[in-house]
């Protein structure tokens, strides 16, 4: 157990992350996106990497479904879209009313305007059932830069956000 905790969150969020939104695609062609911080590269031959996912959210339910989902890596001047997809369940709005996007080979929406993607499909066997989340262990199928512009980071998101 925890000693203090207060003190040990304070040490917990010097943790530095980037943001992202995790988009993918259910059955039916249902698709939805939800905010992450926890997105990470684990290896580089195979491309792998993991994405913590609460158990609860609609995004998590897709992802079972399909096994596949995209990471949009968001830029600094994207903040607005935290409130949309950070914020909100898909099961009660539809998070994709103005936003461009196309797809790729896992079929899961990518945005028109981001900063980069990443296409990714779910490791047979290598879920971690971490408690309230789970950890998708996957790998990275496609992937491209769109603009070279500054990303977002939780702490910009701490320091600037209005809501
Ligand atoms: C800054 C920020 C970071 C977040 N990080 C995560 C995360 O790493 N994992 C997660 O499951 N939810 C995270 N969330 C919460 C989900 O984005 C949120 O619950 C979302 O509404 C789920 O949407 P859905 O039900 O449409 O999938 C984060 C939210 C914010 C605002």
């Not at 935290?82 to 079929?107: A, M, Q, V, W």
């Amino acid at each position: 157990m925890v000693q203090d905790r207060k003190k040990v969150i304070g040490a917990v969020n010097t943790i530095t992350y980037g943001l992202y939104v995790i988009t993918s695609i259910g059955n039916e062609n249902k698709v939805n996106g939800q905010i992450s911080n926890t997105v990470f590269q684990i290896t580089s031959v195979p491309l792998r990497i993991a994405l913590g996912i609460n158990k609860k959210n609609y995004t998590y339910e897709l992802i079972k479904e399909s096994g596949v989902f995209a990471i949009n890596i968001l830029k600094q001047s994207q903040l607005s879209m935290i409130p949309i997809f950070g914020l909100k369940s898909g099961r009660d709005i539809n998070k994709f009313e103005n936003i461009k996007y196309h797809t790729e080979i896992t079929n899961s929406p990518i945005f028109d305007d981001i900063l980069s993607w990443m296409d990714c499909r779910v490791i047979k066997d290598m879920t971690i059932d971490c408690g309230t989340h789970s950890l998708f262990i996957a790998d990275v199928l496609d992937g491209s830069i769109v603009s070279v512009e500054e990303p977002l980071t939780y702490k910009y998101y701490r320091e600037n956000r209005t809501k």
